[in-house]
């Protein structure tokens, strides 16, 4: 049997890299990864996952068209995930979210339409695209179905640009889809986490404060909830969706990768402080920063439904091997500033 074929762009962050090592354990697929390492790190894990011989590794900027030139064609299965993210990046370089995530859709759509049409790509979208509801409405359903309106709350705050990215990338994919006759898959992931997922993110930063043994421990917006999904629970998810026939009729279908648990911030700071076994002797509560969501939480019927995908790691079990990771990978560049809990 001939080997499948897989591309993974920004197969050097945090998804990527988790999910080449997925497909590497559970197929005999040969898989190009292909990253500027804008954001992803040429480190010591990312060098073991090449070390293996079924993996190429392209350094290409998805910006530039002739990139394209280098990337190859016919792959069975192709994972757009490449873009610029992190709160932090909406407000540093809007118009450099803006610049990267349309150009790279929209010359990648045009890669895949013209030499891999026969494929099948899967397009990661975010929770952000409900952002924009829920601050201008005050809510939306909880959990949240995919087929909500979804809003931009306000072009001109920096804040929307990458939300708006993301729409713009679904709006490419369904309708180039549609008219090119090509398989694919929106994914919506609702808060993935787990080791070697950067640092500027709420478990990151808060595991990295317990390692440090910071007290009293300040946490933010200790009512806010969010719903955390373990990488390896998200990247199987990802590979069923593109591994199963239910999902190549048109137009294609955008799906949540998520789980049905809500945890507050506090419960999450609590499950840490149990798993390091390390609590401070005081908590310096702080209310959740301007433009917080109080809630998140998709709904995860649909996957469910149509590819029998729930997701399977505690809470417990997954932040007990984020936090053994971070532990042991500390932020060189770690400042001592507040826990943001924008995730
Ligand atoms: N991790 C999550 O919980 C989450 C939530 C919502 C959406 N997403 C989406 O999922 C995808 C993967 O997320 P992640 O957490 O792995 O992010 P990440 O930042 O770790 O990975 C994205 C990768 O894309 C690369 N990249 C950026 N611009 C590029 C360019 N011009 N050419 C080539 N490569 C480029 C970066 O260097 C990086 O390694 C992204 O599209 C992100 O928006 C992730």
């Known amino acids: ?25 559970t197929s005999t697929a040969k898989l190009v990864l292909v990253d500027n390492l804008f954001r992803g ?45 992190g709160t932090g990046i909406f407000y540093d370089m809007p118009h450099e979210v803006m610049r990267i995530n349309t150009a790279t859709i929209l010359l990648f759509l045009e890669w ?46 920096p804040r929307w640009t990458y939300a708006g990215t993301k729409l713009l990338g679904e709006l490419f994919l369904i309708h180039y889809a549609e008219h090119y006759k090509f398989r694919g898959v929106i994914v919506r992931p609702h808060n993935f986490y787990g080791p070697r997922a950067g640092y500027n993110h709420v478990i990151p930063e808060l595991s990295l404060r317990i390692a440090a043994r910071i007290d009293p421990f300040p946490i933010y917006g200790a009512t806010d909830t969010r719903s955390f999904c373990y990488i390896d629970d998200a990247v199987a998810a990802m590979v069923l969706l593109m591994e199963s026939g239910k999902t190549d009729g048109q137009p294609i279908e955008t799906v949540h990768i998520g789980v049905a648990e809500e945890t507050p911030i506090r419960v999450l700071v609590e499950t840490l402080f149990d798993v390091a076994e390390w609590r401070p002797k005081k908590l310096d509560i702080h209310e959740a920063p301007k433009g917080s969501v109080a809630r998140r939480r998709g709904d995860v019927q649909k ?8 997701a399977d790691v505690s809470l417990r079990d997954g932040l007990k091997s ?22």
């Open 1 to 25: 049997m001939e080997r499948k074929k897989i591309l993974i762009t920004g197969g050097a962050g945090f998804v990527g890299y988790h999910l080449a090592r997925h497909l590497l354990s």
């Open 41 to 85: 790190r040429m480190d010591a894990e990312l060098k073991t996952v090449l070390k293996n011989s079924r993996v190429t590794f392209l350094n290409l900027d998805l910006t530039d068209p002739r990139a394209y030139l280098r990337l190859g064609s016919q792959y069975d299965h192709v994972y757009h995930l490449a873009a610029v993210n």
């Open 112 to 157: 895949f339409r013209k030499k891999n049409a026969r494929g099948k790509i899967l397009f990661t979208s975010s929770n952000e695209a409900y952002a924009g509801g829920l601050s201008s409405f005050g809510q939306l359903p909880i959990p949240t179905p995919e087929n909500v309106p979804l809003v931009i709350a306000d072009t001109y705050n």
């Open 303 to 310: 996957i469910k439904k149509l590819v029998g995908w729930a």
């Open 322 to 343: 984020t936090f053994a990771w971070y532990a042991t990978h500390p932020d060189t560049k770690m400042k001592n500033e507040r826990i943001k809990v924008f995730v």
